[in-house]
C-alpha cells in the first residue's frame, strides 16, 4: 500500500528565512507521481508540481525548489526567502501509475502547516 | 475559464436531512473523484469515476452515493448525514484517470457541518 509521511505539522519562520517542508513516501510500484499542493487559508487547493518516478531531476520555479530523491524516497520541498504569502498548509501526494482505467487517487500526507510572520 | 465548481461552499444540516453537494466540470475530463479532508488525516478519497455511468468505491465511501450521469457533473450524496460526516469535501477530475497520471484539478471546496 502506498504511503505518505510528513513528519513535520507545523513550521513557524521569519519572513525572508528559507524553509524546507519535508515528504517521505512508500509505495511498491516503480512507476510513480508526486504532488505537491498548496491549501492557503481561503480553503482551496492549488497544484504546484508534479513529478513522476522516473525524473530526478531537481526543480526550481522562482523562489520554491524540490528535491527528489529515489534512494532515500523523499520528495522536499524549499521555499527560499518566504513571504507572508507563503502561509499555509502544504500536502505531500503520491499517485500510482496502473493500467489504463485504474483509480488514479491520491493518497495525501496529513500537511504542514507553515506560518510565515513578518 | 477552466475550472471544477462545487455547490454549496457551505452547508449546515442536521443528522438524517437528505443533502446533496454537487461537482461540475467544464474541462471535459473524464476521471472525477471526491475527496474529505479531516484535521490530522490529510484527503482521503471517498468515491471516483473513470467516466459516465461507470463509478466505484474509494477508500472511505460508507454513508456516501455518487453519480456520473453526465461527463461533467459528479453529484456527491449523503442519504441521512451523521456527525462524523462534518468535513471539507473536494472534488477533484482530470482528462483521463490510470496509467497516464496527469494533474488533478480540485474544486473549491465544500464545508460540512452536520448537528
Known amino acids: 500500500a502506498q504511503k505518505v509521511t510528513q513528519a513535520q505539522t507545523e513550521i513557524s519562520v521569519v519572513e525572508k528565512e528559507d524553509v524546507t517542508l519535508d515528504c517521505v513516501y512508500e509505495t511498491r510500484d516503480t512507476t510513480y507521481y508526486l504532488f505537491w499542493y498548496k491549501q492557503p487559508p481561503s480553503g482551496e487547493l492549488v497544484f504546484l508540481i508534479r513529478r513522476n518516478s522516473f525524473d530526478e531531476q531537481n526543480e526550481i520555479s522562482g523562489r520554491y525548489s524540490w528535491n527528489f530523491q529515489k534512494s532515500t524516497s523523499s520528495f522536499n520541498f524549499t521555499i527560499t526567502a518566504s513571504q507572508v504569502v507563503d502561509s499555509a498548509v502544504y500536502f505531500c501526494a503520491l499517485s500510482e501509475a496502473r493500467s489504463a482505467g485504474a483509480n488514479s487517487k491520491l493518497t495525501f500526507g496529513k500537511g504542514i502547516t507553515l506560518s510565515v510572520r513578518p | 475559464e477552466a475550472q471544477v465548481t462545487q455547490n454549496p461552499r457551505y452547508l449546515i444540516t442536521v443528522t438524517g436531512k437528505k443533502l446533496t453537494v454537487t461537482c461540475s466540470q467544464n474541462m471535459n475530463h473524464e476521471y472525477m473523484s471526491w475527496y474529505r479532508q479531516d484535521p490530522g488525516l490529510g484527503l482521503r478519497q471517498i468515491y471516483y469515476?473513470?467516466?459516465?455511468?461507470?463509478?466505484d468505491k474509494g477508500d472511505v465511501p460508507e454513508g456516501y452515493k455518487v453519480s456520473r450521469k453526465e461527463k461533467r457533473n459528479f453529484p456527491l450524496i449523503l442519504e441521512s448525514p451523521s456527525p462524523n460526516q462534518t468535513s471539507l469535501y473536494f472534488c477533484?477530475?482530470?482528462?483521463?484517470?490510470?496509467?497516464?497520471?496527469?494533474?488533478?484539478?480540485f474544486g473549491p471546496g465544500t464545508r460540512l457541518l452536520v448537528l
Open positions: 477533484a477530475s482530470s482528462p483521463t484517470g490510470g496509467f497516464v497520471q496527469e494533474t488533478q484539478y
Open positions: 469515476s473513470m467516466n459516465v455511468e461507470v463509478t
